[in-house]
């Protein structure tokens, strides 16, 4: 079966992995149409728009799409061109598997856990007040008048909405991952015990629709930083955790930093009629041409996606492959070997030859 995908290169190191990673999943023999367009600042030259409306058209008519990460220019006033898609499309639920590769350098072994991250809501919503603007002082004044707290009139405020409606879907859809993918544990991460309308609320939802699921998957609650705590002491207690957008961000690098690190973390932003697969990690300017990126994270974003395309042996044969020349060591970039310095290091496009090489055996 031909399958139509949107192609997001991205920008920074995303070129690089975003062709290592069509090149891979091409080798695995899944007939797929890239129908390629261009986001942030390449598409803001080309078109005069960060997120020009065709990229969106694209998503909507193929359902599917790989993303490469997009450069956010610090303290322009610029919002966030991935966080812009997901609430353009909807998609709500951010997947983040965190599983141990052997060969990989890290403290910890055989972790395998999933993130799951609210993705539509919360303080990426995006409602802020300026510091020093008429509508500040405005809300500054009416809160005061409504609770008689008192904000500085120096401050900038961000919004926190968490509704029932958006934390009953991703705690269902937490769930319903956790059957369908023979796990046995949801945890409900939040801050209630602080915020009590927000993430109060978020917990009250969860455990409704925990208890619909009793029997079948076991269900835990744990304050965020403890979480923190806990799963750099004892990650393998936990299984897949479900939380509110800025504690998933968050506690989503923390649990890349379990398992080796950004360059191995992939990722899928899924909802009712569309998912957008894209890494953890962001476009590393610093490394953009350079040939030295790991392609890793953005290879198994294309194994999510393939899953999700239901190309079970594509998916299953792709990760064999770079779990294979992880485990050998040899052809990896220089984040993958034990001194990052070492010579021996191969490029971007070297460790997606390599990894194509035990497909094709
Ligand atoms: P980053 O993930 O781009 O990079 C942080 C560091 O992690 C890099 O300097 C590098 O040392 C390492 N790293 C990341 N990816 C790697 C890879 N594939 N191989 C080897 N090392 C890797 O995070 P940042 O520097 O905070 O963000 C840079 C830009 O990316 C920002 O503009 C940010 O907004 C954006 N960003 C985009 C996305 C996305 O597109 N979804 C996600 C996160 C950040």
């Given amino acids: 079966m031909l399958h139509k995908v949107t192609l997001i290169p991205g920008d920074g190191i995303g070129y690089e992995v975003s062709l290592a990673a069509t090149r891979c999943i091409e080798a695995t023999g899944v007939s797929i149409q890239w129908e390629n367009l261009l986001a942030g600042q390449d598409a803001l030259d080309k078109t005069g728009e960060l997120l020009p409306q ?211 973390a992939p990722g899928g932003n899924i909802g009712n009629q569309m998912a957008v697969f894209e890494a953890v990690h962001g476009s590393a300017p610093k490394y953009k041409g350079m040939n030295k990126a790991n392609p890793t994270a953005m290879i198994l974003s294309g194994v999510l996606m393939l899953r999700y395309l239901n190309e079970h042996k594509a998916a299953d044969n792709l990760e064999k492959a770079v779990a294979c020349v992880i485990a050998e060591g040899k052809f990896v970039t220089y984040d993958l070997k034990p001194d990052p310095l070492d010579p021996s290091a191969v490029g971007t496009a070297q460790m997606a030859d390599a990894i194509i090489g035990k497909l094709k055996r």
């Fill in 54 to 264: 065709a990229v969106l058209d694209s998503i909507k008519k193929n359902k599917v799409a790989l993303k490469g990460p997009l450069t956010t220019p610090i303290g322009s006033g610029f919002r966030s061109v991935n966080v812009a898609i997901r609430h353009a499309l909807d998609l709500f639920a951010c997947v983040r598997p965190v599983k141990s590769y052997p060969g990989v350098r890290s403290g910890f072994k055989d972790i395998d856990l999933v993130v799951i991250r609210e993705n539509s809501e919360d303080l990426y919503a995006g409602i802020e007040f300026q510091e020093g603007k008429p509508e500040t002082a405005a809300l500054i004044a009416q809160i005061k008048k409504d609770t008689h707290q008192c904000i500085r009139a120096d401050s900038g405020i961000s919004i926190k909405p968490i509704s029932k409606f958006a934390s009953e879907r991703i705690v269902r859809f937490a769930f319903q991952y956790a059957l369908d993918n023979s796990r046995r544990k949801v945890t409900c991460v939040h801050k209630a015990n602080i915020m009590k309308f927000t993430d109060g609320l978020f917990l009250q939802v969860a455990r409704q629709v925990a208890a619909e699921f009793a029997g079948r998957i076991d269900f835990q609650e744990a304050i965020v930083d403890n979480m923190a705590m806990q799963l750099v002491q004892k990650p393998h207690n936990y299984d897949v955790l479900v939380l509110p957008n800025l504690y998933g961000d968050i506690i989503s690098d923390l649990c890349a930093g379990l398992i080796g690190g950004l360059g191995i």
